[in-house]
């Protein structure tokens, strides 16, 4: 029997698709990448940011969600400090000027070791990420179910599955995405004000947890 039940799993992978959807650090690297340099290029980057992933899991797996579970004010402190960072996120989605991550940034041809670095740092700072699990992943780890380390490395396999996969989608058509949503101002707009939907969403349900 698995230590973490099937619908639990599937709860968290809806979460992670629903972040890795919503535009952030990476997003913006990878399709700016993609664009400039090509989907090899945007490929080598991608493999940065998936390290950037599984450094984030090992961390949580070793004791953070553990401890933020087993000390009660740690872990209000820290799912109010990413709710408030979501919500921040989800301000800069929809405040008058902002951007879609689809109008790439002009970047210099880099080589595979400094593309490789500049995913893995991008992710690492990613504030996306970190809230990501340290605030949201806690909450799907039942310690009563016995095995918080097998149940951490289990949600953290997943999130890493749903966004590498969702991100080499975009790293291979980031041209044509950003082709069409050119053409189409309406499908900017509402790529920006439904990811800030997603990302107050998830404020909320972090807020308002009471595990």
């Known amino acids: 029997m698995l230590p973490i039940e099937t619908g639990t799993l599937a709860a968290f992978a809806l979460v992670a698709l629903g972040m890795v959807l919503t535009p952030g650090p990476n997003m913006i690297y990878l399709v700016s990448r993609s664009i400039t340099q090509g989907w090899r290029a945007g490929a080598v980057s991608l493999l940065g940011v998936a390290i ?9 797996a070793v004791g953070l969600t553990a401890l933020a579970l087993a000390v009660p004010f740690l872990y209000e402190a820290i799912k109010w400090a990413g ?7 989800a301000w800069q989605a929809v405040r008058p000027g902002g951007s879609t991550p689809f109008a790439p940034r002009a970047l210099p041809h880099d080589g595979p070791a400094r593309l490789f670095a500049m995913g893995l740092l991008t992710n690492l700072l990613n504030p ?28 953290g396999v997943t999130q890493i599955g749903v966004s590498v996969s969702v991100n080499l989608m975009i790293v291979l058509f980031a041209g044509a ?30 807020a308002t947890d009471r595990r």
Request: net charge positive; charged share 10%; glycine share 6%.
């Open 83 to 89: 709710a408030l960072c979501l919500l921040h996120l």
């Open 128 to 155: 996306k990420i970190a809230v990501l699990y340290m605030s949201l992943l806690p909450q799907f780890v039942d310690p009563a179910r016995g095995d918080v380390l097998l149940q951490n490395v289990l949600l």
């Open 52 to 60: 950037g992933f599984v450094v984030y899991m090992v961390a949580a």
């Open 177 to 206: 995405i950003a082709t069409f949503l050119a053409r189409r101002p309406l499908w900017l707009s509402v790529q920006r004000y439904l990811m800030g939907a997603v990302l107050a969403g998830l404020a909320v349900r972090l």
